[in-house]
């Protein structure tokens, strides 16, 4: 029997700000390691007997990202699905459903969040292979996580009677939406709660016979997405009428809560989900004092704190239980026990037409990136990174101009019916209306400084009439 990990790398992690932007959110960030939460995922899986290459569920923003940060770890997907729109996890799970029973009639899911922590690894395969078994069985299987402590951000997973022949394995009684404190103190008193981690196995047939049951509009929506669906490049994006169309509801709502075969596997595997600065600092390492830094920081007399700094030098003196976390643009200070305030942030940003909640000075293009100097009335300066043997797309801009001078590296430059070739130090000119293009030819990264200006300097005046990534 093959399994098949369905990894969704969708949502925007605001609890996470000013680290976490919608164009960049937490999955893909490296916030407990080295690597990327997306990458540690897909690794935790990886070499399994029986175990397939991933498929990835994400936002077309996040497309090349993901693409890359797969390639980095030496892992080719199964295939990544692209979401034209959020529209929750049960049909972002019914079209990969669709997708791999297209593939194979009989495959078996193993749907993962790309942005949780599993610190025993050997735990969780042993639940992976207990909840193999309750699905031969012909169950959908959750995944409980024995609880710790009387936590009230998590739904709660209520267990039934065991069943036959699958050992720590029981139906599932009910589901419990998040408690109040004292609530959650009586479930661990009382024995047999599990916390909903959000991770499920079944057959995709099964799956999708359960939701044409329940949900029987997200079940059409997602098949018509992915029957209606196109290649793209390495992608598969999924149509948008139709899946936009869908109803947007999770899995526990839509299925798990309604069907008669749920079932539950008790997982004490090291969990967390990440869900704020106060569970990173839960799951990160800490110094005598319970604090945990990253970056250049300087503590004295600081306990129980979490402090991460980006891009400067962040001294904190004589406090207790903060949360410190610095950005290039942006700096946050909380106190640990008002952390899931920090959505407030977000939306007075948004409310504000801001950019800090959308993505950082540094954006990140298939390409390569870009990184915001400095900006001013009427001009802006970008240091620009392009990649071995990547180019920009061939565009024009209505209302700006462009200086570029070359750092290090060799440029080819399309500038109207002008192709020519920079080498450090060298600098060209872009005129207000002129088609042009930037490449890098050579074997070591391309970097420039551009300096814009301009009426208007956004983003958004750009006209491209050609791109080699099929962007609009």
């Not at 929750?88 to 459903?97: L, R």
């Not at 969040?113 to 959750?142: K, S």
């Not at 080819?412 to 005129?431: A, F, H, M, Q």
């Given at each position: 029997?093959?399994?098949?990990?369905?990894?969704?790398?969708?949502?925007?992690?605001?609890?996470?700000?000013?680290?976490?932007?919608?164009?960049?959110?937490?999955?893909?960030?490296?916030?407990?390691?080295?690597?990327?939460?997306?990458?540690?995922?897909a690794?935790?899986?990886?070499?399994?007997?029986?175990?397939?290459?991933?498929?990835?569920?994400?936002?077309?923003?996040?497309?090349?990202?993901?693409?890359?940060?797969?390639?980095?770890?030496?892992?080719?997907?199964?295939?990544?699905?692209?979401?034209?729109?959020?529209r929750?996890?049960?049909?972002?799970?019914?079209?990969?459903?669709n997708?791999?029973?297209?593939?194979?009639?009989e495959?078996l899911?193993?749907?993962?969040?790309?942005?949780?922590?599993?610190?025993?690894?050997?735990?969780?395969?042993?639940?992976?292979?207990?909840?193999?078994?309750?699905?031969?069985?012909?169950?959908?299987?959750?995944?409980?996580?024995?609880?710790?402590?009387?936590?009230?951000?998590?739904?709660y997973?209520?267990?039934?009677?065991?069943?036959?022949?699958?050992?720590?394995?029981?139906?599932?009684?009910?589901?419990?939406?998040?408690?109040?404190?004292a609530?959650?103190?009586?479930?661990?008193?009382?024995?047999?709660?599990?916390w909903?981690?959000?991770?499920?196995?079944?057959?995709?047939?099964?799956?999708?016979?359960?939701?044409q049951?329940?949900?029987?509009?997200?079940?059409?929506?997602?098949?018509?997405?992915?029957?209606?669906?196109?290649?793209?490049?390495?992608?598969?994006?999924?149509?948008?009428?139709?899946?936009s169309?869908?109803?947007?509801d999770?899995?526990?709502?839509?299925?798990?809560?309604?069907?008669?075969?749920?079932?539950?596997?008790?997982?004490?595997?090291g969990?967390?989900d990440?869900?704020?600065?106060?569970?990173?600092?839960?799951?990160?390492?800490?110094?005598?004092?319970?604090?945990?830094?990253r970056?250049?920081?300087?503590?004295?007399?600081?306990?129980?704190?979490?402090?991460?700094?980006e891009?400067?030098?962040?001294?904190?003196?004589?406090?207790d239980?903060?949360?410190?976390?610095?950005?290039?643009?942006?700096?946050?200070?909380?106190?640990?026990?008002?952390?899931?305030?920090?959505?407030?942030?977000v939306?007075?940003?948004?409310?504000?037409?801001?950019?800090?909640?959308?993505?950082?000075?540094k954006?990140?293009?298939p390409w390569?990136?870009?990184?915001?100097?400095?900006?001013?009335?009427?001009?802006?300066?970008?240091?620009?990174?392009?990649?071995?043997?990547?180019k920009?797309?061939?565009?024009?801009?209505?209302?700006?101009?462009?200086?570029?001078?070359?750092?290090?590296?060799?440029?080819?430059?399309?500038?109207?019916?002008?192709?020519?070739?920079?080498?450090?130090?060298?600098?060209?000119?872009?005129?207000?209306?002129m088609?042009?293009?930037?490449?890098n030819?050579?074997?070591?990264?391309?970097?420039?400084?551009?300096?814009?200006?301009?009426?208007?300097?956004?983003?958004?005046?750009?006209?491209?009439?050609?791109?080699?990534?099929?962007?609009?």
């Open positions: 029997m093959k399994i098949y990990p369905v990894i969704l790398s969708g949502g925007a992690g605001t609890r996470l700000w000013p680290l976490s932007r919608a164009v960049l959110p937490k999955q893909l960030l490296p916030l407990v390691a080295d690597k990327t939460m997306l990458q540690e995922t690794q935790r899986v990886a070499g399994w007997p029986g175990v397939m290459a991933p498929l990835v569920v994400c936002g077309n923003d996040h497309r090349f990202m993901v693409a890359e940060q797969l390639r980095e770890i030496g892992i080719t997907p199964l295939g990544i699905l692209l979401e034209p729109v959020g929750n996890t049960a049909p972002a799970v019914a079209a990969a459903a997708y791999l029973k297209s593939i194979d009639p495959a899911m193993l749907v993962l969040p790309a942005d949780h922590v599993i610190e025993n690894g050997a735990a969780f395969r042993d639940a992976v292979e207990r909840a193999v078994t309750l699905v031969g069985q012909g169950a959908l299987a959750t995944f409980g996580i024995v609880p710790k402590s009387p936590e009230t951000g998590y739904g997973i209520r267990r039934g009677e065991a069943v036959a022949h699958c050992g720590d394995c029981y139906k599932v009684a009910r589901f419990v939406e998040k408690p109040d404190a609530t959650a103190q009586s479930f661990l008193d009382e024995g047999g709660y599990y909903n981690s959000g991770m499920f196995m079944f057959h995709a047939a099964r799956f999708l016979a359960e939701l049951e329940h949900a029987p509009a997200i079940a059409d929506a997602a098949e018509k997405a992915v029957s209606t669906g196109y290649r793209d490049l390495d992608f598969c994006r999924l149509d948008e009428s139709a899946f169309d869908s109803p947007s999770s899995i526990d709502y839509a299925v798990m809560e309604k069907t008669s075969h749920a079932a539950v596997v008790p997982a004490d595997i969990w967390n990440v869900g704020s600065w106060s569970a990173l600092w839960e799951v990160q390492p800490k110094d005598a004092n319970g604090n945990a830094q970056g250049d920081v300087y503590l004295d007399g600081v306990t129980n704190s979490l402090v991460r700094a891009s400067r030098i962040v001294a904190v003196v004589g406090v239980n903060l949360v410190v976390v610095e950005t290039q643009d942006a700096v946050l200070v909380t106190h640990k026990d008002q952390v899931q305030r920090v959505k407030q942030v939306d007075h940003l948004k409310s504000k037409s801001r950019t800090e909640h959308l993505h950082h000075t954006v990140y293009r390569g990136h870009y990184e915001g100097i400095d900006a001013g009335d009427r001009f802006q300066v970008k240091r620009i990174t392009v990649k071995p043997g990547e920009l797309s061939l565009q024009m801009h209505h209302h700006r101009a462009e200086h570029w001078v070359v750092v290090s590296g060799t440029a080819r430059v399309t500038c109207g019916d002008k192709v020519s070739l920079l080498s450090e130090n060298e600098s060209t000119y872009i005129p207000i209306g088609n042009h293009r930037l490449e030819p050579g074997k070591l990264p391309l970097h420039i400084i551009e300096v814009q200006s301009g009426s208007y300097l956004g983003e958004d005046d750009i006209v491209r009439f050609e791109d080699i990534y099929k962007r609009a």
